[in-house]
């Protein structure tokens, strides 16, 4: 059914294919970029993987004017900050940013003081950020197949004075350029891959089924589902897998499209309480919740999870399955993904499992509940259902 009113925003010209980095000197040329700053963190700069970017650089004209490796697991203010005024100081005039979600999260955390030409990026969390302010040249190559950030307009970045993790949000944060290059993924351990690709299933599944759902976010959430069943065997089972790792880089970068457009839930509303109060890495905690916060929502939204039957399981089974079984089967079939996650990859099912206590679910609870996320879950959340949800998943 078409909604009466929805919007839809996809600025980000996309590159895929093994060799798509040797474009960036081109892409960089074209948005009139002459000294790019280059940021990542020192364990995919020691996996050699900033390199593969860096030898693109040099052999074209463009030197970068520095290389900035120095960002935390999880992405913070005062890195962002620092990268910002880092850049005014080296004259850059653009950024390429190498890595995970929180590498490419800084970099929007710090066009967004540059953009602004604010001291400090807390002055401006919240939605819509930006107000058609242009960020400065921003090129996204990611090396994990999870977030989506080189497509999305929003960044979660740490506030470690407060434990908390705050969104910045808005359409003008989508990176000018992202580049999916299989080299930069084809080293990923079994356990990374299996938390990253459950990341882009809990976008793709949220995007389908929150309040701001569209015709459009739906083809590409539908599509990135559809790629991720397909190809999650092949990737665990031989990650050097060039075809089946542009597969799932692709699948997670039109995950981070459909959720950028409909916006996600109650899995990341818990999911973000998770890590900011528990330490729970991103993935693992989306992984955990999903099929929990499903069975929460199942009686609001039913209709749009027998619709995801088709792409979580295939053809045969949704044929098989009777309209009124079919959002329980796609929940029993989100099940039996992350059971080969576990099974395969290591990817823990429960939050014990990942150091949350009984003792940490209340606080958890009533942080789920101030993140704008809920806001957009097809369902009202309470504290006491934030609460429930949780020790389901403990």
Do not use: W
Request: aromatic letters at 4%.
């Amino acid at each position: 059914m078409i909604p009466a009113f929805y919007e839809f925003r996809s600025a980000t010209k996309i590159l895929s294919g093994d060799g798509a980095i040797e474009h960036i000197p081109f892409e960089l040329a074209n948005l009139g970029v002459t000294r790019p700053l280059v940021i990542t963190d020192k364990r995919i700069r020691e996996l050699g993987l900033t390199q593969v970017v860096l030898d693109a650089l040099a052999d074209s004209t463009l030197e970068p004017a520095v290389v900035f490796d120095d960002v935390p697991v999880d992405s913070s203010v005062e890195v962002a900050n620092n990268v910002a005024r880092l850049f005014k100081e080296r004259g850059c005039d653009g950024i390429v940013a190498v890595g995970g979600g929180s590498v490419l999260d800084t970099a929007k955390g710090a066009a967004i003081v540059l953009a602004t030409g604010a001291a400090d990026l807390m002055d401006f969390r919240g939605s819509e950020v930006l107000s058609n302010v242009p960020i400065p040249p921003l090129v996204a190559v990611p090396t994990t197949a999870g977030t989506g950030s080189e497509v999305t307009g929003a960044a979660v970045i740490k506030d470690t004075e407060r434990d908390v993790k705050m969104a910045f949000v808005s359409f003008d944060l989508q990176p000018h350029v992202a580049v999916l290059d299989p080299r930069m993924t084809v080293g990923l351990p079994p356990r990374i891959t299996a938390s990253t690709a459950m990341d882009a299933l809990v976008h793709s599944v949220e995007a389908a089924s929150c309040r701001q759902r569209n015709p459009l976010s739906d083809a590409y959430a539908y599509s990135a589902i559809d790629l991720i069943r397909e190809n999650i065997y092949a990737v665990l089972g031989d990650g050097r897998d060039k075809r089946a790792r542009l597969a799932m880089a692709n699948a997670a970068l039109m995950a981070g499209i459909a959720f950028s457009n409909s916006m996600v839930g109650v899995v990341h509303a818990i999911g973000h309480a998770c890590g900011g109060v528990a330490h729970v890495a991103h993935g693992d905690a989306m992984a955990i919740l999903l099929p929990h916060c499903m069975d929460f929502n199942l009686d609001v939204c039913g209709d749009a999870y027998g619709e995801l039957l088709l792409p979580l399981a295939g053809a045969d089974v949704y044929a098989a399955t009777a309209l009124s079984a079919r959002p329980a089967a796609a929940v029993a079939a989100v099940r039996a993904l992350l059971a080969v996650c576990a099974d395969r990859g290591g990817l823990p099912l429960h939050l014990g499992d990942v150091g949350v206590s009984e003792s940490q679910i209340a606080d958890i609870a009533r942080v789920a509940l101030d993140d704008g996320s809920v806001s957009m879950n097809p369902k009202d959340v309470s504290l006491d259902d934030a609460v429930a949800i949780l020790r389901a998943a403990l």
